[in-house]
């Protein structure tokens, strides 16, 4: 597959990493150098280029023929760290860098003038060559962008709470346990910045249904951008902001419901009741007309105008379109400041068709995430959220198919202890386990295999589980 302008791309040198999206007209920047990168386009992903000035040339990965050359020793036992093993100075090699003189010159005179390299076995040759090219060599590879590549680089940015601490091999485990497969019907639960969603798309290939709730008013589609997914993977996504739940599905599965669906927090443990029908019940408890009785005021009528508290506020403070000062207003009737009021929201919100037709596509949007929830067909459901995970999974497993599995993610253990307990006493699961993901990274050269030096210590935590139906 070749490279084409406007495709999004993988900058990938060694574990340094970058996102970016071609274009000819455009520089980029990376491992601190700007370049153009519009030589690349047309050539075939997974190719090696090098920096030299402001474009780029490709190149062969090959090793440096100082090693080929070079003698070695048996061991490091001779060897001392000082300052005068090196003879080329600082300021030689900024010296050579102005010249213009390439990056494998200046590694092959550090090479010359180090007076231990010889000393060195063959393993620290090496490992001294890697890192003199990672500093005065710009090569990298371009990559087609997969999940494996953007979740590890999403993983190692810093700070990486802005996907919760979500790692690939854990992203992984979480597609596993729920099956996710093409025709797949699944329910998502995420603040990833998109990439749980992102998965997801690229096992459904298009074919599914997604049906994505975010706790955001609107969702971060960050990760998804840099995929070039073809228009049937957007398709099949239906996206719906979490608080609104309540009122997208029948009336009769909501009233079932003992308690609303909540919001809590990992960190704070604070509920935010996010329910829109217990507020709705609330705001017509408190506007429905009362029967008038002798030596009381009679109760506000439907036909009188009703605005909000802020609306008076912007009525009295602001001067009106017929140039009324606000000291005028001060004097004015409130039924005066009432209509002014919403003549005023008239103007600066006009009915116009535009605004009509988004209505209309999210009613019709809000139809068709009712009749799919309220079959209780669903096939799968990941949570991935940053707010406590018990009264969201308590909720949303009312819509699983029975013996359908489902994952919850979470970095510390005490929110699925909760979540745990739960479902265990409402006795609708099955199979239920609480596992932390572990992962040991192996460096694999001749003779010299052994776990990598630094590691990750942990990858959260996975409740997983399947639904079942008690009769």
Not at 285 to 298: K, L, M, S, V, Y
């Amino acid at each position: 597959m070749k490279i084409k302008d406007g495709a999004h791309v993988v900058l990938k040198k060694g574990t340094k990493m970058k996102v970016l999206q071609i274009c000819k007209q455009k520089k980029v920047t990376f491992d601190k150098k700007t370049f153009s990168i519009a030589a690349a386009i047309g050539q075939p992903f997974g190719a090696s280029w090098e920096v030299k000035g402001n474009d780029i040339v490709a190149v062969q990965d090959t090793e440096s023929e100082a090693l080929d050359n070079a003698k070695s020793a048996a061991d490091n036992r001779d060897i001392t760290e000082n300052t005068d093993s090196q003879k080329l100075q600082h300021d030689d090699i900024t010296s050579l860098k102005e010249q213009g003189v390439s990056g494998e010159s200046i590694i092959e005179q550090l090479v010359d003038n180090s007076s231990t390299f010889e000393s060195k076995t063959t393993f620290s040759q090496e490992k001294y060559l890697r890192k003199k090219k990672d500093k005065y060599l710009t090569r990298f590879t371009i990559c087609e962008p997969s999940m494996r590549l953007v979740s590890e680089l999403y993983w190692r940015k810093t700070p990486s709470p802005k996907i919760i601490h979500l790692r690939p091999d854990t992203l992984a485990q979480m597609l596993a346990c729920t099956n996710v497969r093409s025709g797949s019907k699944v329910m998502v639960v995420e603040n990833c910045q998109g990439l749980l969603v992102a998965a997801v798309q690229e096992r459904l290939a298009g074919s599914g249904s997604v049906v994505h709730l975010h706790t955001e008013d609107i969702p971060c589609t960050v990760a998804e951008e840099n995929f070039d997914f073809p228009p049937t993977y957007q398709d099949i996504i239906m996206r719906m902001q979490l608080s609104y739940f309540n009122k997208v599905v029948e009336n009769e599965d909501t009233a079932n419901i003992a308690h609303p669906l909540e919001i809590t927090t990992n960190g704070d443990n604070i509920d935010e009741n996010v329910s829109e029908n217990t507020a709705a019940d609330s705001t017509n408890a408190q506007n429905e007309p009362t029967t008038d009785t002798p030596g009381e005021a009679p109760s506000q009528t439907n036909d009188d105008p009703v605005i909000t508290a802020t609306d008076v506020a912007s009525t009295v403070k602001e001067p009106s379109s017929e140039g009324v000062t606000p000291m005028e207003t001060e004097g004015q009737p409130v039924a005066c400041i009432r209509e002014d009021a919403a003549h005023r929201k008239k103007r600066k919100y006009p009915q116009d068709l535009e605004r009509v037709q988004r209505r209309q596509k999210r009613e019709e949007l809000n139809q068709k995430i009712s009749k799919l929830l309220n079959e209780r067909e669903m096939d799968a459901l990941l949570v991935a959220s940053r707010f406590h995970p018990a009264p969201i999974v308590s909720q949303l497993i009312n819509y699983l198919a029975p013996s359908r599995p489902f994952v919850v993610y979470c970095s510390a253990k005490e929110p699925l202890v909760e979540c745990f307990t739960q479902l265990k006493e409402r006795g609708c699961v099955l199979n239920m386990q609480l596992t932390e993901t572990w992962l040991r990274e192996y460096q694999v050269l001749e003779n010299r295999t052994h776990p990598l030096v630094n590691m990750s210590g942990t990858g959260g935590f996975l409740l997983t589980g399947t639904k079942v139906v008690l009769e």
